[in-house]
């Protein structure tokens, strides 16, 4: 279809039909958006990001990701929202395009793990809706996948990661040794610019910053604790959702190789990890009349975050 009005935002979408959508977003902006392949899974799959710039030459940049969980779903649903609220309030002119987007490029990547993710999937046997980890082969031939959030150079096989291939968390034989992570790192190294880092978890209703594997404070804690608290208010005006606020390991737990603290080991100060709704209800299962509502109070607290990296 020529452009995204037919698109239905309210469902939960297979690989391809993201895919798709992708390629119809950027054919009908394409002044604004274009698609970067950043290399490719471990399954042969290519790996996207979609790049909103309005010009010039490595402009400090902002990373959203979604999905490196292939089973929350919420935070791929999420991103293909949001990717379509960027290029609309860009296209009415709203604020966002006049200062985000005249000073930043945003880097939005709907979807990390696509192995993964077409796993969770499956509708025959063995089908694995509640699927989190990569696909790759593992030291033990009967538990596959190594989880990309736990296998980043960041106090990597530290505690708060599993070196069982058969664990949920586990790291992987060694940093980098998964080529989606590969492909995130290298490409966020190579650009050498970005001043911020977020990533869509699902579900516990979290809005949270470094570190993980440490209960001590991140140098930017405070800055960090305010940006967050400042962000959760935006969220929270639109349907009265209650996100907790904090560091990782205080909030969560502890996690050592995560994508935000590597991000925010290498430079990058404004560095968030968001986990959407719900609080256990349905947790990995919401329900998709539920997905816009999410997207869109994720957005505004984006939306702010991004707002106040370009003011400082
Ligand atoms: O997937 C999770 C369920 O969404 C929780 C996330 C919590 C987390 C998020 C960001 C960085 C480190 C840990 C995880 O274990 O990686
Ligand atoms: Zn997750």
Redesign the pocket.
């Known amino acids: 279809e020529r452009n995204t009005k037919s698109f239905n935002f309210a469902a939960y979408h297979d690989l391809d039909t993201i895919y798709s959508f992708m390629d119809t977003l950027v054919a009908s902006h394409s002044n604004l958006i274009s698609k970067v392949k950043i290399g490719s899974t471990y399954e042969n799959r290519p790996m996207y990001v979609l790049k909103f710039s309005t010009g010039g030459e490595n402009k400090p940049a902002i990373w959203i990701d979604a999905g490196i969980?292939a089973r929350?779903w919420v935070s791929h649903a999420s991103a293909v929202w949001i990717a379509d609220r960027i290029a609309t309030d860009f296209k009415e002119n709203r604020a966002l395009a006049r200062n985000v987007l005249s000073k930043m490029d945003i880097y939005l990547m709907i979807v990390a793990n696509p192995d993964g993710y077409v796993f969770s999937h499956l509708t025959v046997r063995p089908f694995h809706r509640l699927w989190r980890k990569s696909r790759s082969v593992t030291s033990n031939p009967n538990c596959p996948g190594v989880d990309l959030?736990r296998n980043f150079d960041a106090e990597f096989s530290g505690p708060g990661a599993s070196d069982d291939p058969c664990a949920e968390?586990y790291r992987g034989p060694s940093a980098h040794s998964e080529i989606e992570v590969t492909n995130i790192a290298d490409f966020i190294l190579s650009h050498g610019n970005f001043k911020s880092f977020m990533?869509l978890?699902?579900?516990?209703q979290l809005l949270?910053y470094p570190y993980?594997y440490t209960g001590s404070n991140a140098p930017d804690q405070p800055d960090l604790h305010d940006v967050a608290t400042q962000a959760n208010k935006a969220l929270n005006s639109w349907h009265g959702t209650i996100y907790k606020v904090g560091s990782?390991f205080h909030t969560?737990?502890q996690?050592s190789g995560?994508?935000?603290d590597w991000a925010y080991q290498h430079g990058i100060k404004y560095c968030f990890?968001f986990?959407l709704r719900d609080t256990g209800e349905y947790g990995f299962l919401l329900p998709a009349d539920q997905i816009v509502s999410t997207a869109r109070e994720t957005w505004f607290a984006l939306r702010y975050i991004m707002q106040y990296v370009s003011d400082h």
Do not use: L, P, Q
């Not at 978890?201 to 516990?204: D, G, M, N, R």
């Open positions: 969980h929350e959030n968390d990533t978890h699902a579900y516990s949270m993980g990782i969560i737990e996690a995560a994508s935000v990890a986990e």
